[in-house]
């Protein structure tokens, strides 16, 4: 069983930049990928990116590649999401998720453990 806590949501204007973290109970066993979802109103859970424990690759959703990087800190057990040139389409819930297949698996169904989520709020 892995627990998982966001932090770091919040209101930014567009154009600006917010980290978010995950801080996972457990990377050892019961998970060997990190991955970040977003939720708008209204709309389908979508993959955002995700990482690998142990070698630290990385994968990323077309719709923030260039703009969002995804890194771990192993020590801490932390999986970091940090945005830069955000937008108001970028406003949502955003989820972090483990799970223990390995491979670019962007679907929400295949992630074992889910956060409880943290806002990100963007105004144009």
């Known amino acids: 069983q892995v627990q998982l806590v966001e932090s770091g949501g919040g209101l930014v204007q567009a154009g600006g930049s917010l980290r978010l973290s995950c801080a996972a109970s457990?990377?050892?066993?019961?998970?060997?990928?990190v991955g970040w979802f977003r939720q708008a109103p209204g709309k389908e859970r979508e993959f955002v990116a995700h990482?690998?424990?142990?070698?630290?690759?990385?994968y990323y959703a077309n719709s923030v590649k260039g703009r969002f990087s995804i890194s771990r800190d192993n020590a801490k057990n932390t999986v970091y999401l940090q945005m830069n040139s955000l937008e108001p389409e970028d406003t949502a819930i955003y989820y972090c998720?483990?799970?223990?297949?390995?491979?670019?698996?962007?679907?929400?169904?295949?992630?074992?453990?889910w956060g409880q989520g943290t806002q990100v709020t963007v105004s144009s």
């Open positions: 990482i690998t424990w142990r070698a630290g690759s990385t």
């Open positions: 998720a483990a799970r223990t297949s390995l491979g670019r698996v962007t679907m929400p169904s295949a992630y074992n453990y």
């Open positions: 457990d990377r050892t066993g019961s998970s060997n990928v």
